[in-house]
């Protein structure tokens, strides 16, 4: 039987994808400079299906990328050229919401706010709050370990879940836990989709919290809103969360969606404290006080639900927003120690200065988790390298500072070249090994998170090369 034949009897003819115009939907995600055409995208409705579907490109030697929204920002879910998508948009059941014990079994199809949606009249929520949330998948955050505004206090989605379901390389089922034996489950999350296809996730939910207030506080600049960072924490308070956007961001997140930032503002603080009411009310004017000795000028705190919900507009459509201002941009994620914030963003502006390209920072500033948007024409010739150059150095930046590669969008194939600059060759090793434990063949994701040349069988006798994975980015724009 023929590949496609044998995905058609696993998914159902109906659910099988190969007109190739259909097709170019799955080349690439949200990065958009990386895209391939696969052969087919299976949709299965099931994890029966998930594992025919994986049985069938075990079975014909084919590698399979799995496919949750395609929100991802480091071209996680770029197909293999030729190879098979398997999207999970078709399971997007919640199967079972435990409220005495705050549990949620769901489908990875789910999306990210639809959790929370399914628990709000159980006055609980689901923490991890991507800024994409209203359309990345759970499958797609566990693979990610996606964190948000929130995960300063309440932790990335690594703690908040609690079991996954996964389908090997090989088509076998494995229900992973985060207790009883070895922790695979903290391995799978984060693991971009290199180590099977999750199709099923128990998570963690929680009490919404008592009270919830939120502060918007305006700065001259960027050094005196990370001097507030640095002061708020070292005073002991964990804010829900921290986020800071500069004059750039600011300019375009007002011009999409008029949510009241102040215009003349070199940077503002996005603070949120919640816990108990008695609680809140002590931070809060503590929080107040260490803002305007930073050198706030205006400190604001919403007045009810549509004000908070007005300030966070303004925030969550900042990337989206650089649209206003810049025909293209390029989102870059890293993470610095929260202490070398002021001097990391005065070296993008310097980086920004020297390429000619604007960059707009709009970020987890609690975090140290920077995300610059380094704006750009792509009909200027010669522009889009230069963006990516100038990202680069960015990135080199925040490892020189003593941060990371990362944050949360992942490694993907964005970054994988970069991942020499963080890890040695036996950290790299022990990754990979662990890696061809799950997949010995290199079916699951190739290419992605680890730098090509050390998948060629540097692990003697661990990972074989997949013959297709060569060939993985047909096209780089
Ligand atoms: C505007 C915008 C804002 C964003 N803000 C944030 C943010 O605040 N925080 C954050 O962490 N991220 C953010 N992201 C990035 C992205 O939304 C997250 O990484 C998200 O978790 C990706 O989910 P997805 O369903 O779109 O996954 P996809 O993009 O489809 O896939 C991402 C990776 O997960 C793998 N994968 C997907 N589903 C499965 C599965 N079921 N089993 C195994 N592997 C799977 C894929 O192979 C791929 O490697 C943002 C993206 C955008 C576009």
Redesign the pocket.
């Known amino acids: 039987m023929s590949l496609l034949a044998d995905l058609g009897r696993a998914v159902g003819a109906d659910h099988l994808i190969t007109d190739p115009v259909a097709l170019r939907t799955y080349q690439s995600?949200?990065l958009t400079g990386y895209r391939a055409q696969p052969l087919a995208v299976a949709l299965p409705g099931s994890t029966a299906e998930v594992v025919a579907a994986v049985s069938a490109c075990d079975r014909h030697g084919v590698p399979f990328?799995?496919?949750?929204?395609?929100?991802?920002?480091s071209g996680?879910?770029v197909p293999v050229a030729e190879g098979i998508v398997i999207g999970?948009s078709r399971m997007r059941a919640i199967l079972d919401v435990d409220v005495p014990n705050r549990r949620v079994r769901l489908q990875?199809?789910v999306t990210?706010l639809e959790v929370t949606e399914a628990v709000a009249p159980h006055g609980l929520y689901y923490a991890p709050?991507?800024?994409?949330q209203q359309?990345?998948?759970i499958?797609?955050?566990?693979?990610?370990?996606?964190?948000?505004?929130h995960c300063l206090k309440y932790g990335f989605t690594t703690n908040h879940v609690l079991e996954a379901d996964?389908v090997l390389a090989g088509g076998e089922l494995v229900r992973l836990s985060d207790h009883d034996g070895l922790d695979l489950l903290g391995a799978v999350v984060g693991s971009?989709?290199?180590l099977?296809?999750?199709?099923e996730v128990v998570v963690r939910v929680l009490p919404r919290p008592q009270r919830v207030e939120t502060l918007l506080a305006a700065f001259a600049d960027t050094d005196e809103a990370g001097e507030a960072v640095s002061a708020i924490i070292a005073a002991g308070i964990i804010p829900a969360a921290i986020e800071m956007m500069d004059a750039l961001t600011i300019a375009a997140a007002e011009a999409a969606v008029h949510a009241g930032l102040p215009l003349d503002a070199g940077a503002v603080l996005l603070v949120e404290l919640d816990g108990p009411a008695l609680e809140v009310e002590q931070v809060l004017a503590e929080t107040v006080r260490l803002c305007r000795t930073a050198g706030a000028r205006d400190v604001r705190q919403a007045g009810d639900e549509a004000e908070r919900a007005g300030f966070w507009r303004g925030r969550k459509a900042a990337?989206?927003a650089m649209g206003r201002i810049s025909p293209h941009y390029y989102?870059q994620d890293g993470v610095v120690p929260r202490t070398r914030l002021p001097e990391t963003l005065r070296k993008i502006e310097q980086l920004s200065e020297q390429y000619g390209l604007r960059v707009g920072n709009v970020f987890?500033a609690g975090d140290g988790n920077l995300h610059p948007l380094v704006l750009y024409d792509a009909s200027v010739e010669g522009e889009p390298a230069l963006a990516e150059q100038l990202a680069s150095e960015i990135l080199n930046a925040c490892v020189e500072a003593g941060g990371s590669l990362t944050?949360?969008?992942?490694i993907?194939l964005d970054k994988a070249r970069h991942m020499g600059k963080m890890f040695s060759e036996a950290d790299l090793d022990a990754m990979n090994r662990l890696r061809c434990g799950f997949d010995p063949d290199g079916r699951c994701?190739p290419g992605?998170v680890f730098p090509t040349p050390r998948l060629c069988g540097e692990v003697p006798g661990h990972y074989r090369e997949h013959p297709l994975e060569r060939e993985r980015v047909a096209e780089r724009w």
Do not use: I
């Not at 499958?139 to 505004?149: D, K, L, P, T």
């Open positions: 995600d949200g990328v799995a496919r949750g929204a395609g929100t991802g920002l996680g879910s999970l990875p199809g990210n709050d991507p800024s994409s359309v990345c998948t499958g797609g955050n566990v693979a990610e370990n996606s964190g948000g505004a996964v971009e989709g290199t099977g296809v999750v199709t990337f989206a989102v987890h944050g949360e969008h992942g993907g994701n992605k």
